[in-house]
């Protein structure tokens, strides 16, 4: 606790402080016999964001000062002394404006949380909702011990062991994006299995049936541009549990079965205009499954689709307890509820070790082709709940209006490359002298690979679940269709797709 600067007065104005603090609250004056009306207020801004508590204020803001700012400071900093376990960390300065004194008590953030009242016969510990101070529930009050424990929920053991679970998604998805194999030793290097040999929580959400029954996805196609048109409520929806893998895909899955790709003539060919960025989308559903509190049962990532935006929520707000609709988000440091699921998909490229992916966000938007200031992507959270809104670019604008920026057309043309290719392979398998069954195991083997990915018979049959013999005949069609190519410098019967032929 630092109250050193107990009796120091400072210059700057009351409001221009409240401007450059978070969180604050005010008491017209200090309550002696009724500490807990303004401590309940330190051990909210300590456990949480930090904040000011400014004595000499009303509640309507009217600066109407202390008598003896000196002797409320001295009973304020002893009562925090007294009646706060652990003790935080303050700052207390004593302010004169007007003609009148102030007591500003600065709480900091801490570390040693659950920081408690000490007082009507137990300990309490608060948290902030909004403008107010209340106690901290079961979740909350789990969620503080963990962050003064220095621990993380999906760095938690569990009573899972890891042999009787498997993780060909994972395998597959980490294979196909990093071009490595994952290793039993990886399992243990990166946090997924502890030393015992259980999982842990991140492993047990990355297995293929994950254990971890509420990390789950629900997702719906609203009819109109809310969830009460009148007509009809929805016109999809899917519910999804298992791996964070398969609700990944499944997301992805989703929302590009319903959203629609506009296409426009351009000098040198055409340029596609998806409704939604499709970086953008992948970023959202990602932070939402890799940052949402676990600890909060009963509730799951919904992905909503509506006429004219998408609305993607996940449970928990910021990690530090913060609005985010008040922080700068081009400026925000990264900070990771889960870091060992996100230390994985970064090992995979879904995101950066660093930085925020609120600004990739909005940069995907800025580089659009119908891309508005209205547009912008917006962000909110509370203490329980984030959420994400990516708004159509192509809602009521009609095709001919668009107005293409040269600068633009370039990174799409790139894409457009990219796309045609794809879908050269698709008609090459829909060509196929074979099976329905085979193309379609073709099809999900290119989903999975496209033309980087390099494979073999197992990958083959961890990927579509064929046997030995029918992955072997599946590579032999393939071969035979000209559609893989033999692979050199990752062992004996390895391939990777090539662009079909003319």
């Known amino acids: 606790m630092n109250n050193g600067a107990g009796t120091r007065c400072y210059s700057m104005k009351l409001s221009d402080f409240i401007g450059e603090t978070t969180e604050y609250d005010k008491k017209e004056m200090l309550e002696e016999r009724k500490p807990?009306?303004?401590?309940?207020?330190?051990?909210?801004?300590?456990?949480?964001?930090?904040?000011?508590?400014?004595?000499?204020?009303?509640d309507?803001?009217?600066?109407?000062?202390?008598?003896?700012?000196?002797?409320?400071s001295e009973k304020i900093s002893e009562a925090i002394k007294t009646k706060m376990d652990p003790i935080p960390d303050i700052v207390l300065k004593i302010h004169k404006e007007d003609g009148k004194e102030f007591v500003v008590l600065d709480v900091k953030s801490g570390m040693e949380t659950p920081y408690y009242y000490i007082g009507d016969g137990g300990h309490i510990a608060f948290v902030r909702v909004g403008n107010e101070s209340i106690p901290a529930d079961a979740t909350a009050l789990k969620r503080l011990v963990m962050k003064g424990s220095n621990i993380t929920f999906d760095s938690i053991s569990t009573r899972y062991n890891f042999s009787g679970f498997a993780f060909t998604k994972l395998r597959s998805v980490y294979r196909q994006r990093t071009k490595k194999e994952l290793s039993e030793s990886d399992f243990a290097s990166f946090g997924l299995v502890d030393e015992d040999g259980m999982l842990t929580n991140a492993g047990a959400l990355l297995a293929d049936e994950s254990p971890i029954r509420h990390s789950r996805l629900f997702?719906?196609?609203?009819?109109?541009?809310?969830?009460?048109?009148?007509?009809?409520?929805?016109?999809?929806?899917?519910e999804v549990s298992g791996s964070l893998i398969t609700l990944l895909q499944a997301g992805e899955e989703f929302v590009n079965n319903n959203t629609k790709k506009r296409w426009k003539k351009t000098g040198n060919g055409r340029i596609e205009m998806p409704e939604y960025p499709e970086r953008a989308v992948l970023e959202c559903i990602v932070n939402a499954l890799i940052h949402r509190d676990y600890s909060i049962l009963?509730?799951?990532?919904?992905?909503?689709?509506?006429?004219d935006r998408i609305e993607i929520t996940s449970p928990g707000g910021m990690p530090d307890g913060s609005a985010v609709q008040n922080l700068d988000t081009d400026n925000v440091i990264s900070k990771r509820r889960n870091p060992v699921i996100?230390?994985?998909?970064?090992?995979?490229?879904y995101m950066e070790r660093r930085g925020s992916g609120f600004k990739k966000i909005k940069d995907d938007y800025h580089f659009a082709v119908n891309y508005r200031p209205e547009l912008e992507p917006k962000f909110y959270s509370d203490i329980s709940t984030f959420k994400v809104t990516l708004y159509n670019l192509n809602y009521n604008v009609p095709v001919e209006k668009v107005l293409i920026d040269t600068e633009k057309v370039s990174i799409e043309e790139e894409k457009v490359l990219i796309t045609s290719r794809n879908l050269s392979m698709q008609t090459a398998i829909d060509s196929l002298k074979a099976k329905k069954s085979t193309?379609?195991?073709?099809?999900?083997?290119?989903?999975?690979?496209?033309?980087?990915?390099i494979f073999g018979r197992t990958d083959i049959m961890e990927i579509t679940g064929l046997s030995i013999t029918a992955a072997g005949n599946l590579l032999t069609n393939l071969k035979s269709a000209e559609l893989i190519a033999p692979v050199s410098g990752y062992g004996n019967g390895k391939y990777k797709f090539i662009i079909p032929k003319e």
């Open 60 to 72: 309507d803001e009217t600066l109407v000062g202390l008598d003896d700012a000196k002797d409320a």
């Open 298 to 307: 009963g509730s799951e990532v919904h992905i909503d689709i509506f006429d």
């Open 342 to 349: 996100a230390d994985v998909f970064s090992r995979m490229n």
């Open 219 to 238: 997702c719906t196609r609203w009819y109109g541009l809310d969830k009460a048109s009148g007509i009809m409520e929805a016109l999809d929806d899917r």
């Open 439 to 453: 193309k379609e195991n073709a099809r999900k083997l290119f989903a999975y690979m496209e033309f980087d990915g």
């Open 36 to 58: 807990k009306s303004w401590l309940k207020s330190v051990s909210a801004f300590a456990n949480g964001i930090g904040g000011a508590l400014i004595f000499g204020v009303s």
